[in-house]
């Protein structure tokens, strides 16, 4: 079996090669360089520590290791994506259009063909079902990262392998502790995908800019403050907004008057959904196993996050709904909606959030 493992210089995909020897493989790892080093704004990328932790697992587990460049694929497909969301006023998903189009999509078509499988550090996990490889949730509740991969398709799933699906954060840190490796004690990477320490808010700012305007009660239409783009802001958010006397929460944008609209609890009708539309949703397996153009239930996710939603799911003319068994808040357009089997095991596709 021949494996190639992406690994970035985390906890998480190193454990994994250490997994992967465990059962008798030799993955060949590879670590794929996205961000713009030219771009000053890529500064603060830890991409020489990254690189030195994964020449030290390559040796430690003889390995074969690429260093690889994705730059201009990034760009291209995921930046660009991100870039044109914003100035929509929407809110983009740059890891979910990572891992199709870059770490699944451009890799496999440059690199992965000759690979019977590619390992990654995701926690989440495959299940065969009557013979079909599906995409299935991970052990961790919390750490779950199904959520993120509800974008692949069937045929990129057929090579993916999640080694750490049934473990525990917990556990993959004594993991990592008992191998003695370099990324034990790493913080997690909070940045945008394979980007590292970048922030959202900067990057958006980097190449987006700023377009001062007014924050609004929208109750009362009051002014209380200002903000420095709509793209900073995504519906449901709570923090960032520099209000007193709240908590007040977005709950509407709009791009042409450039107003952000805030509420603190006046009018849950207004904070609140409990009807989700999708556009161009995708089903993982080509051939799911109901019949969407009646109401099936569905456990489902609007953000990354380790609660499911209960609801209904069902295709409706050009699009498919979900209709929420309680009201959910923060449904923000351009996100996606990606939905489950009623027991949340199997990931069965997902669709852009629209009004």
């Known amino acids: 079996m021949y494996i190639a493992s992406l690994v970035s210089g985390g906890v998480d995909s190193s454990v994994t ?79 979910m259009m990572c891992n199709k189009m870059i770490k699944f999509g451009s890799f496999e078509e440059k690199y992965g063909k000759d690979f019977d499988l590619i390992s990654t550090g995701h926690y989440a996990s495959t299940r065969m079902i009557n013979n079909v490889k599906y995409l299935g949730t991970a052990k961790d509740a919390f750490k779950d990262q199904s959520y993120f991969l509800g974008q692949i398709s069937k045929k990129q799933l057929s090579k993916l392998t999640f080694p750490l699906g049934n473990m525990l954060k917990s556990e993959v840190r ?123 239930s569905v456990k489902f996710k609007i953000r990354h996050q380790p609660e499911f939603s209960q609801g209904v799911f069902v295709r409706e003319n050009d699009q498919h709904v979900i209709y929420s068994e309680k009201p959910l808040q923060g449904v923000a357009p351009g996100q996606f909606g990606v939905v489950y089997t009623p027991d949340a095991l199997v990931c069965l596709g997902s669709g852009v959030i629209s009004n």
């Open 17 to 95: 090669i250490h997994l992967l020897k465990e059962q008798g493989f030799d993955p060949h790892i590879f670590y794929i360089k996205i961000g713009l080093e030219d771009d000053p704004a890529w500064v603060s990328c830890p991409l020489d520590e990254d690189i030195e932790i994964v020449t030290y697992i390559a040796k430690k587990y003889g390995c074969k290791l690429d260093i690889i460049s994705l730059q201009q694929e990034y760009w291209e497909r995921v930046i660009s994506y991100t870039i044109e969301s914003v100035k929509k006023g929407l809110t983009p998903n740059p890891d």
């Open 174 to 296: 004594q993991k990592a502790e008992e191998a003695a490796l370099p990324s034990a004690q790493r913080k997690d990477s909070q940045g945008i995908c394979f980007l590292g320490k970048i922030n959202y808010n900067d990057f958006i700012k980097r190449y987006v800019g700023e377009n001062p305007g007014k924050i609004i009660e929208l109750e009362t239409g009051k002014i209380l403050g200002d903000h420095n783009g709509i793209w900073f802001h995504t519906i449901g958010q709570r923090k960032g907004l520099g209000l007193s006397q709240g908590p007040w929460f977005v709950v509407d944008k709009s791009l042409e008057e450039n107003i952000v609209y805030v509420s603190n609890g006046y009018d849950p009708a207004k904070q609140y959904k409990d009807v989700v539309k999708l556009s161009h949703f995708q089903f993982i397996n080509e051939k799911p196993d109901r019949d969407y153009t009646s109401e099936q």
